[in-house]
């Protein structure tokens, strides 16, 4: 079955009949998304009449035959908004994020960028999830101790007293045991195999089907289990287990997001998509670790839960910003933001985040950070009530910053069209900023 590639950017709208790059879409792939959003919860888009509107996730759709690209793009008002030059611009500068971020790895993005026209974001993922499992097997599948049970020709293990009794009256030269075995058939494994199974049976690109196949040859003595999102909820990495994490993590996307579609098995749906919100944090947080010119200490949002409220006998409420940076004995806050400011006025909300965030960790200057569409610098504002320090005793003025990045720059090179290349310098900016106020 030949695919169909078609590319839209957040909170765009398809309806039925819509034609996007030379695609019509149809009534059948309105059915499935519809079908996909129920039976997976999931809210990766709207539905709406006779159509869906995407919200703010990135990244891949396939369904049947179609693959529907959601790209990222900072002014989602643009006129150029179906412009083909555009696109190719965005999906490049997605797929540099989604590599920075560590989803994607590449070797050459430029020479796999060349081929964009035959190769789709599905295939990049599926590639690294291939080539992830593949260096897994080179290095070692792991055995794992199980417990197992069985009437057996031999006494091991222990005797399961009643059960021996019920099923042995006649063959008394068996006996029903509990016992250990180590071989390869535990949940790590079990995982990989699902996704494996759903990538060789509902990926339509027939380049990879030989490796696909080559790969699941690696797992003979592992049964077909159910994976469902408990699976993934108590999983434990230890040494001998720590290299499969990162196979793990890309075998959850696929499975967490396939939904098969039992009455028409040509419109099966699988959903690799990404929080725009998110990968532009973590984006960030990998260019500011790249800084290797200044000096700092950098607490990254996991790291960042600190309490502020509390009822009796129950757990406190944390506050958790984006990152804490600590610079010239100085701690700043940085909250970063996907969206787009014409001028210098965040929302209220975002601006009652950074007031909390001060006063909760002593801070005396946090930073909202947007991407930079309309040329703006940054600037600070200045909280109009102060805060007691609980290190000094003493009342603080404390402020907020409104920070502006130009997330990429525009480029043209050898295949003839522009792009939009990652500004490498940007955690270099940041800390400029915060330092000069």
């Not at 509902?202 to 790969?215: S, T, V």
Request: charged letters at 30%; proline letters at 2%; one cysteine or more.
């Amino acid at each position: 079955m030949s695919r169909s590639v078609i590319r839209v950017f957040e909170y765009d709208k398809i309806k039925v009949g819509d034609v996007i790059d030379n695609y019509k879409f149809t009534e059948l792939q309105r059915e499935s998304l519809s079908k996909f959003k129920e039976q997976t919860q999931h809210v990766y888009y709207d539905l709406i009449h006779n159509g869906i509107q995407f919200k703010e996730f990135v990244g891949v759709i396939q369904v049947g035959n179609l693959i529907i690209e959601i790209l990222p793009k900072e002014d989602k008002n643009n006129s150029k908004k179906l412009d083909i030059d555009t696109k190719n611009a965005w999906e490049y500068f997605l797929i540099q994020m989604l590599k920075k971020a560590g989803y994607l790895e590449i070797e050459s993005l430029t020479e796999s960028y060349l081929h964009l026209k035959s190769t789709t974001l599905l295939d990049l993922y599926i590639e690294t999830f291939l080539n992830k499992v593949d260096q897994l097997i080179k290095n070692g599948i792991v055995k794992k101790y199980r417990k197992s049970e069985g009437n057996l020709n031999k006494l091991k293990g222990h005797l399961l007293f009643n059960k021996h009794l019920t099923q042995n009256l006649v063959h008394k030269e068996r006996f029903y045991i509990d016992y250990q075995v180590y071989d390869y058939e535990h949940i790590l494994n079990q995982i990989l195999l699902e996704a494996m199974m759903i990538v060789r049976n509902r990926y339509l690109n027939p380049a990879f089907q030989d490796k696909i196949n080559r790969i699941i040859l690696h797992f003979p003595e592992i049964q077909h289990s159910q994976i469902t999102s408990k699976s993934f909820e108590n999983l434990n990495y230890n040494r001998k287990t720590e290299h499969y994490r990162k196979a793990i993590d890309l075998a959850k996307l696929i499975i967490l997001n396939y939904c098969p579609d039992i009455r028409n098995n040509n419109y099966n749906t699988l959903a690799i998509l990404f929080n725009m919100y998110d990968l532009w944090q973590e984006y960030i947080y990998k260019m500011l670790l790249r800084n290797k010119k200044q000096n700092y200490e950098l607490k990254y949002d996991f790291q960042n839960r600190k309490a502020f409220w509390k009822l009796p006998n129950q757990r406190a409420q944390n506050t958790r910003p984006d990152f804490v940076i600590t610079l010239d004995n100085k701690r700043y806050i940085i909250d970063t933001k996907w969206k787009i400011l014409k001028d210098y006025k965040p929302s209220e909300h975002d601006l009652y985040q950074m007031y909390v965030y001060n006063h909760n960790y002593d801070c005396e200057m946090s930073l909202l950070l947007y991407p930079n569409v309309y040329s703006l610098d940054h600037s600070m504002g200045t909280f109009l009530k102060k805060y007691i320090s609980t290190e000094s005793n003493q009342l603080i003025e404390h402020f907020c910053k409104i920070g502006f990045v130009k997330v990429y720059k525009e480029t043209a090179k050898e295949i003839g069209r522009f792009r939009y290349d990652l500004d490498e310098k940007i955690g270099e900016k940041i800390i400029e900023m915060l330092k000069n106020n």
